[in-house]
């Protein structure tokens, strides 16, 4: 049996986990837009000035910074950051042909570990807080990375 098939429950839960982490940096960037219209503001270039059918009155305060819009420009920021990561890893981790519990543990203890992460940041936890859970997150590709290594050299 091929480990990169729909039939082999390592795949299937690298696939439900990747798909969610697709998801959650897909969605955070339409949060973005969101709060940007809902405040009129926290525009990004000088360009986006421009009057048109959405920014009927543009003014240069638009293109201050505001926390609301910038909060969730940071959180997908952070998502482009790690995520990209696991995606890469965890496809070769499936690979490695990992016992299922380990990897279940290892991939949805990752998303579950940036969705901790996105509550957090979005309720304005401490830093503290979301760096727990960016730590959680972080160590566990590491883990996979390191393990990826092992099976290769070995």
Not at 11 to 30: D, H, P, R
């Amino acid at each position: 049996m091929s480990l990169l098939n729909i039939e082999n429950p390592v795949f299937q839960a690298y696939a439900i986990a990747a798909s969610i982490m697709v998801l959650k940096i897909m969605l955070q960037g339409w949060m973005t837009v969101y709060r940007m219209l809902k405040s009129n503001s926290g525009l990004a270039s000088p360009e986006d000035l421009q009057k048109g059918l959405i920014n009927r009155d543009p003014s240069p305060r638009q293109l201050e910074i505001n926390d609301y819009v910038d909060r969730s420009r940071r959180m997908h920021r952070n998502d482009l950051e790690n995520i990209p990561a696991f995606l890469a890893i965890g496809l070769l981790f499936v690979v490695t042909d990992p016992s299922l519990g380990s990897a279940q543990i290892l991939l949805y203890g990752f998303a579950a570990a940036r969705l901790a992460h996105f509550v957090s940041y979005a309720t304005k936890q401490s830093h503290e807080v979301r760096a727990t859970f960016y730590s959680i997150g972080s160590l566990i590709v590491i883990y996979m990375a390191v393990h990826v290594l092992w099976t290769m050299v070995l």
